[in-house]
């Protein structure tokens, strides 16, 4: 079971996904693993202003961003020490092979490959944090 931050046991998740349609998919279909608190950011960059300040227990993160983009945060996150071993969850698009295999030698724990289906998504983060069917 993945260490919870949160006082009332909840799980704080990060999103973190520039396009803003695709960011609401992600949030509404987490919003349906009860155990879950969900924050969002707009990009790298706005990531790591994020994790400055909450602890995560679990991080979703798109490839292509501007600016910072998620093989870039991997890397950042994998080298501080509070995130060295949070469960990182990348998404990427269909072709993107290459990437899929530089984030996870780059340490993300597994991938999402869009198109996004909701219960695919709802399915890899419980298995990825331990939690049950259901709950
Ligand atoms: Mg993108």
Do not use: H, W
Not at 56 to 79: E, Q, S
Not at 106 to 132: C, D, M, S
């Amino acid at each position: 079971m993945i260490g919870r931050s949160d006082k009332q046991g909840r799980v704080n998740a990060l999103v973190v996904e520039d396009s803003p349609p695709m960011r609401k998919m992600i949030v509404f279909a987490l919003s349906r693993i009860r155990e879950l608190s969900v924050t969002e950011a707009d990009d790298g960059v706005d990531a790591l202003r994020r994790i400055a300040s909450t602890k995560f227990d679990i991080i979703i993160t798109d490839i292509n961003m501007p600016i910072l983009d998620g093989l870039k945060l991997v890397k950042r996150l994998r080298a501080d020490k509070a995130y060295k071993d949070v469960p990182i969850i990348i998404i990427t698009t269909e072709g993107a092979e290459e990437d899929r295999q530089r984030a996870l030698a780059l340490g993300a724990n597994a991938y999402i490959t869009k198109p996004i289906q909701a219960p695919q998504v709802i399915k890899l983060v419980r298995e990825t944090l331990g939690l049950l069917d259901g709950g």
